[in-house]
């Protein structure tokens, strides 16, 4: 019952800059929990960032200074910055209900960071 749609992926530099949007359907957009995800080949998907429904928010260490996770009413945000190449991932967008515990996982976006 829930879709989640990812936006802003890309080519960034070293050093730049990227912006991505997961916008959720199908249900009340506030009881979910909100996480970001991303996975490299040969490596098993790692929490990026995690955003509760109250605003508190959690980031993987290497991370942490450079990334911020956001939400609206309406979608979830990561602005990232100071983009390393290491940054080079696969990112899923990935909600949680409260109440059942349930997973929903977007598309994934690829995020390149490469001169």
């Known amino acids: 019952q829930v879709q989640l749609v990812e936006s802003g992926g890309g080519l960034a530099q070293p050093g730049g800059s990227l912006r991505l949007s997961c916008a959720a359907s199908?249900?009340?957009?506030?009881?979910?929990?909100m996480n970001w995800y991303r996975q490299t080949p040969g490596k098993q998907r790692e929490v990026v960032a995690t955003i509760t429904s109250g605003g508190s928010t959690n980031y993987a260490d290497s991370v942490k200074g450079r990334f911020t996770i956001s939400r609206d009413n309406a979608k979830v945000y990561l602005q990232m910055n100071s983009l390393k190449p290491e940054d080079t991932a696969v990112y899923y967008c990935?909600?949680?209900?409260?109440?059942?515990?349930?997973?929903?996982w977007g598309q994934g976006t690829q995020v390149t960071v490469s001169s």
């Open positions: 990935n909600a949680v209900h409260t109440f059942f515990k349930t997973n929903y």
């Open positions: 199908g249900t009340i957009f506030s009881i979910l929990h």
